[in-house]
């Protein structure tokens, strides 16, 4: 099993931006479709943007299109999520997962029930 760490997060003021990395670890995340979701306090876990493994195809959540943009670099076994125009309401912990790759091939989506795990997770605070 592919193990991916987030980094990235910290305190942004509104309006500003930010850069999310997922790196594997132990094995190559080159093969796989990835997803980034994110969860507030007392909110469930929603779906942020997802990737193929050859990058032809994203996805994005109805939050954030229009202000993220995902990416990867399978060279250096990591995934991307940068957000701008960021708002207080994008406050929350974010995490990076595989998706099995039938949702992005058949849904062009991926769905919070397609991970079976999860890591620790990256805080991103927008606040002034």
């Known amino acids: 099993q592919v193990q991916l760490v987030e980094s990235g997060g910290g305190l942004v003021q509104p309006g500003g931006s930010l850069r999310l990395s997922c790196a594997a670890s132990?094995?190559?995340?080159?093969?796989?479709?990835i997803g980034w979701f994110r969860q507030a306090p007392g909110q469930e876990r929603e779906d942020v943007a997802c990737i193929t493994s050859d990058s032809r195809n994203t996805h994005f959540g109805d939050s954030v299109r229009g202000r993220a943009a995902i990416s990867r670099d399978n060279a250096k076994n990591t995934v991307y999520l940068h957000m701008s125009s960021l708002k207080p309401e994008d406050t929350a912990a974010y995490f990076c997962?595989?998706?099995?790759?039938?949702?992005?091939?058949?849904?062009?989506?991926?769905?919070?029930?397609?991970?079976?795990?999860w890591g620790q997770g990256t805080q991103v605070t927008v606040s002034s």
């Open positions: 132990g094995s190559t995340l080159g093969d796989s479709d």
């Open positions: 997962a595989v998706i099995p790759k039938t949702f992005m091939a058949f849904m062009g989506a991926c769905p919070v029930h397609a991970v079976d795990h």
